[in-house]
């Protein structure tokens, strides 16, 4: 006997139960006309994740348990076992799965595991349930877990698999981060093999403020080999003809697990339902390779930047061009996300704008078949300095000066936005966001911040890919091998204030993404003076970035809900050098 | 035989061991000077609090040993008993109070109780303990708990207590608002009763980031009465003498916990240590009333700006003088806590604003004896619409042309801030903050934000707090009595646009600080039309409040990490009505 898994990888909305809903019937319909013994969602399915605070408020719980109550009735003779998350209320909230089958809930797991580190908060909202959870569906036995369940060795997957279990469902809302794909697939080939047992992971994919979901779903025989995958940022449903008793084969061939212990656990059977056994057919395998990191990051941009505007009730973007990178890839992926017509570039020439900079923009605009305007600064620059003369007397042109014209530039995009209802989208990256070297309410300012988790040297490699995948140089060439300015004093370059990008950023790694302390870094062979200057900027700029628009995290540690550091800090390494 | 109690509430700066650590020794030389038995500190003493993500650094945590290793150096030959609060690390991390005496460390409580609510985090950070930890001291027994602990029944202060407690100390960081001084004491109250034992309680002052803790430690007898208490917002020693053998009459008087179960717990006893027990004369009770609560208020405000502004380097501030409350009542305050020579005032006034604008700004910065500079917005504006014009061809003036004059403005706050070196307060409140009607990058732009958790209509009450604690019309009567204004277009007026703002704030109160549904608050007798028109205010003006500057906790329920409400969020109760 073989039974069939869909796993449905789906696009859902915080907070919208009745789009949600929709989006839940219309897959089950689907894996139910193709002859599906189970279906199984991402967790929380029906709330969006992750909800934060709307869990405080009671009428969103009452409206959970509505939307619940909707998909239960509509299971009724639909002979499909359909596992999905939701909040769970009684006294308490829990993040739960909810198995259902035809008009009847069969059982409800609660997650044991709740992640609160990073930028997930699930002990502000939820309790730990503590009871692992196995069904029994035609003799097979199925349990259950959530996302963080299942990346824990001890947890309730292998008390599952000690009690038997020939499949394990694991319902997810797992952020995408660089390389955090492929360490999650070799997690789950790890855990299935050393289980013995077949896994059904369930993804959810789309972005949702500063985090976006990847998808890549996958279903693991019980040797550890994924028999298929989804692939990522799309929405499928994924088949799989699973033979539940490999599951034995597997365990006897390890030698393992030959006493069960049935009793601890919270069993259900439902033998006496009559179940149509699928047909022996087995679905096509398209097991996926994985695009390389890079597509990776370019993929999660664009999704990030689709779902952000379109939830968001907008459709149209609007966003400086420089002429530099940051803007050249914004612009870009926008295009990909939002359609050409859709992304409005405003070109904003300071008296210290080269004119290679206009041309390269308009080059770009061009190659993207984006429309564009020029409002030079200068004019603007000028009447506010005149009326600041009587104050300013006596002092030096400075950063003042430098941010008065990023500014301008600031709100002339925001008046494009209030004026038309594009986004503003920002286009600062992670390395100047680091070290601060960027204007509070000037190149700032924006709706939406998309690389601001790229640090610059990946900025050019996204670039790179980006060229690469659409076979043409729509970023220009130029655009590439300028050396990067900011354009606010003549003949400027970032590298007069900053060391070159390639220290910098390997610097900031390890300062930020890896948490290396000030010796450790210079244990790695980075100038002890240098790494002062630099970690010294991070803690300074934090004041900054708390008022910075929000992004997508791309990286392990993004700056947002994942780093909370005091912008009141005395703790000062830099200063003291220990 | 009585045994003295010093409780020391300091202001500890987050991440400052050095600065930190003085504070405690000079605390430590004081208490001992004036023969204390027993000295207790705040929660985090050492760290300041909270820390955030530091715990998350290696460096960190080993500096944190280091100084908790200073001060039981330091603790040699001193004849007291020591309670300070520590980040604790061996492989995980705790929440700990440090029990040192002589030279020693007699015990470590680790925190069993650990907040994950409202603005508070500690389960990112820390494993709860699991011990209820008492010392023996001169056959006295001493309980001890951390903040949270102390609030919970059935916590150990329960244990400590039913295992013969005479005194329980109470480390605490509890953060300032409205209303909750005194329902803390109503809390240490019932459980001194309930519990018959002394209850030593020192809290944390200061301002850190969003919060300010507000002190008001106290010593309460097993009778519930508060024996001595602190002063609210100021750097104090508590001394009182504490008769331990009254918690036994006090027991024998209600009839309670006449079998004592010692042998739970992790009791520690050092009757061995050769103790001068203190002089019989008993301190000067000086149980202070509690100010009102807009006193209350007005002091948060005033340790916020001074704390947040100096604990970050700065000594100055500038903001913009509109003519309205707002700004005169951050002014005013401002000056309080920072001096009039330390604030600056910018008057910037726009083709709409009226005559009388100006004059009540000019005669409220005299009555402060602050700067002030003018600069009109007027040339600035119109250099922006010469060159938008052509994009702008055919459009209306509306929002956008608002929006325009109040970012010029905060354009030119900044400009101020970057030449001299001020920090630029903005002047928004929370009824505005609230429902949008502020300008991102505008009159939102600042470094600081003193009363962003502050309604429209408590900021007139705190004005008139001001001026009657000051005995003195210093904030003009004619901006008590005009109608507020944004000036932005012709003869604007605040209730053009949005409903009475005794009306907007009582909404406001049951839909964000109380979390009252839609239903609820239309129950409440409020128009079902205006609750929807002003919930979805709130709703959609969550990415502006995103990128606000930080200001003070003032309510139960701020914005900051208080509420954390998705920006994309499709929950839309006016929308569906339901």
């Not at 003799?139 to 279990?165: F, H, R, S």
């Not at 060439?477 to 400027?492: C, G, M, V, W, Y």
């Not at 900054?544 to 992004?551: D, I, L």
Request: hydrophobic share 35%; aromatic share 10%.
């Amino acid at each position: 006997m073989r039974v069939r898994i869909a796993i449905s990888q789906i696009n859902q909305i915080v907070g919208n139960y009745e789009e949600n809903y929709k989006k839940i019937i219309t897959s089950i319909e689907e894996a139910h006309n193709n002859k599906s013994d189970i279906i199984i969602f991402p967790e929380l399915t029906l709330n969006g994740y992750p909800p934060e605070d709307l869990i405080l408020k009671t009428q969103y719980l009452k409206k959970s348990k509505l939307y619940i109550n909707k998909i239960i009735e509509y299971s009724k003779n639909k002979n499909i076992l359909i596992a999905f998350g939701a909040v769970d209320w009684d006294v308490e909230t829990y993040n739960s799965a909810f198995i259902v089958y035809n008009g009847q809930l069969i059982s409800k797991y609660k997650k044991m595991f709740l992640p609160n580190y990073s930028v997930f908060d699930e002990k502000r909202y939820f309790i730990a349930g503590n009871t692992p959870t196995m069904i029994e569906f035609n003799d097979i036995k199925i349990g259950i877990t959530i996302c963080e369940d299942i990346w824990v060795p001890n947890g309730p997957a292998l008390a599952l698999a000690q009690n038997g279990a020939n499949i394990i469902l694991n319902l997810s809302a797992s952020p995408f981060f660089k390389g955090k794909q492929s360490s999650k697939l070799e997690m789950l080939k790890t855990r299935a093999s050393e289980l013995s047992c077949w896994i059904a992971y369930c993804n959810l994919i789309g972005g949702q403020d500063e985090v976006v979901f990847d998808g890549g779903s996958a279903i693991l025989n019980p040797y550890g080999e994924i028999m298929q995958q989804a692939p990522l940022f799309e929405e499928t449903i994924l088949y799989y003809d699973v033979d539940p008793y490999e599951t034995t084969r597997a365990n006897l061939r390890e030698g393992k697990r030959k006493h069960y212990n049935n009793s601890v656990y919270n069993n259900i059977k439902i033998k006496s339902i009559n179940h149509e056994v699928c047909k022996k057919e087995k679905l096509d395998q398209k097991n996926e390779n994985l695009p390389d990191i890079y597509t990776q990051m370019y993929m999660a941009i664009k999704c990030g930047i689709k779902d952000y505007v379109k939830k968001n009730g907008f459709s149209k973007v609007v966003l400086g061009l420089s002429g530099g990178m940051d803007s050249a890839i914004v612009a870009s992926i926008a295009v990909d996300a939002l359609g050409k017509d859709n992304v409005f570039g405003i070109m904003m020439p300071s008296q210290y704008s080269s004119e290679g900079s206009i041309d390269d923009s308009k080059a770009l605009a061009e190659n993207l078949g984006i429309k564009t305007t020029i409002v030079p600064i200068k004019d603007i620059f000028d009447s506010f300095m005149e009326k600041l003369n009587k104050d300013f007397e006596g002092t030096e042109f400075n950063t003042t000066e430098e941010n008065i014209q990023a500014r301008i530039r600031g709100v002339i995009n925001m008046a494009f936005s209030n004026k038309f209802g594009y986004m503003v989208l920002a286009t600062g990256n992670k390395s100047e966001s680091a070290v601060g070297y960027s204007t509070l309410y000037g190149d700032m300012a924006g709706g939406f911040s998309p690389i601001k988790d790229l640090y610059k040297t990946e900025v050019y490699k996204v670039a790179e890919k980006y060229n690469e995948l659409h076979k043409s140089e729509i970023i220009p060439k130029n655009i590439f091998t300028k050396a990067p300015s900011a354009e606010l004093r003549p003949d400027q370059k970032d590298q007069d204030s900053l060391p070159d990008y390639d220290t910098l950023d390997a610097i900031l790694f390890r300062y930020i993404d890896r948490e290396m302390s000030f010796d450790e870094i210079v244990e790695d062979n980075y100038d002890k003076n240098l790494v002062k200057f630099v970690i010294r900027l991070v803690d300074l700029n934090e004041y900054k970035r708390r008022q910075a628009a929000p992004g997508i995290k791309l990286t392990e540690r993004s700056f947002g809900k994942d780093r909370r550091m005091p912008i009141t800090n005395g703790y000062k390494v830099w200063k003291e050098g220990v």
